[in-house]
């Protein structure tokens, strides 16, 4: 009998968003023949937990609602790592990873192996708080194995925090690419420009990302004037939620472009409106990596990103799309007006897209990185 590892993947939240949609996605591609593939996360059950249990794998919560409750719930995860004798407790940001490196510690296991992912690179070193980075930087210390999801994210761990190199494992982000394209259901589009009030002939520009300050949509805005002088048929659609709507619509007013410009809010249509865009943007002064626009790129579209972060390494510049540089409104609007007005372009480039998504940024490839990091530390 073939006595497989027991695996933990535990994440702090299950209301889905990037990471978490990941981890549901690998609760389906993980191997479960060699690996016994458990999830958990810290705070109450959510979405995820539920999908993930519907794929028929465990998925279990320590119940946090508050601080109060932390104690008491890492108690509750290192009780689970002893009943379940986890082999790899393999944690997902901040908060999990922080709760995870103590239970383990308290769980009484000690041949419980340690791998956590960073899903970030400077954002905490740049944006604070200071206490925050220093967490991040001692859960990332305390590791077998950290992966690190872009080579930006690489270099701050080993730069800025100081984790040995022979410790890190590049681990990219992916995608799962056949349920993404089966979620477009408005091949040519035009029921979806319908919904959003655009007429056949207009040329969209579309964004898709929380509304943070990181994410750079100011800039976007503060291109649009000019581009639409340029490009007259231009609409702008931002699909994301988050506490930078009411200011960004508000600059939309001052800037005098609230007429082409919607801010969608939460959607759950987004292949569906990714697909209608002729060129998607992501403008951000920070981004670790950037799922939003590998999406875009499995949908064959353009796209224009700022150079920082892990951007480079999903955009092959003047290949699958253009990078600028961060916070530069010029930058963008020549850029933005360069595709717009050349669709052979913007065509090549969806395509190449595609083919670079295919290649390197899939949920199996990314199951199989995080299976060779389990099989590294037990072996």
Known sequence: MIVRPSVLHFTTTGAIAGTEQAVLDLSEAHNRYRFQVSFGTLFTPGEMNAKIQQNGAPCY??????????????????LLL???????????????????LIAAHMSGRKSIKLVHTRHHSDELHRFGPPIRAKIDAYVANNQDIVCANSVA??????DLEGVPLHRIRLTYPGVHLTRLRSRVTDADGRTTRKMLNCADGDLLIGS?????????????????????KRVPSVKLIIAGKGPERERLESRAKELNIADVVQFLGYRDDVPNIVNTFDLMVQPSIEEAFGLSMVEGMALGK????????GIPEVIADRMTGILVPPENVDALENS???????????AAYGEAGKLRAESLFTIPRLAADYESAWSEVLA
């Open 336 to 346: 933005i007006v360069d595709l717009l007005l050349n669709s052979e372009k913007r």
């Open 82 to 100: 002893r009943r379940l004798k986890i082999d790899v407790l393999h944690t997902h940001l901040l908060h999990a990873g922080l709760v995870g």
């Open 208 to 228: 898709v990302a929380h509304l943070l300050p990181k994410k750079g949509h100011e800039f976007l805005l503060r291109a649009i004037p000019a581009i639409r």
């Open 61 to 78: 919560s320590v119940g946090v609602r508050s601080a109060l409750d932390v104690p008491g719930a890492t108690v509750r995860l290192a």
């Open 302 to 309: 353009a796209i224009i990103g700022s150079n920082v972060g």
């Open 153 to 158: 994210a690489r270099a701050v761990l080993v």
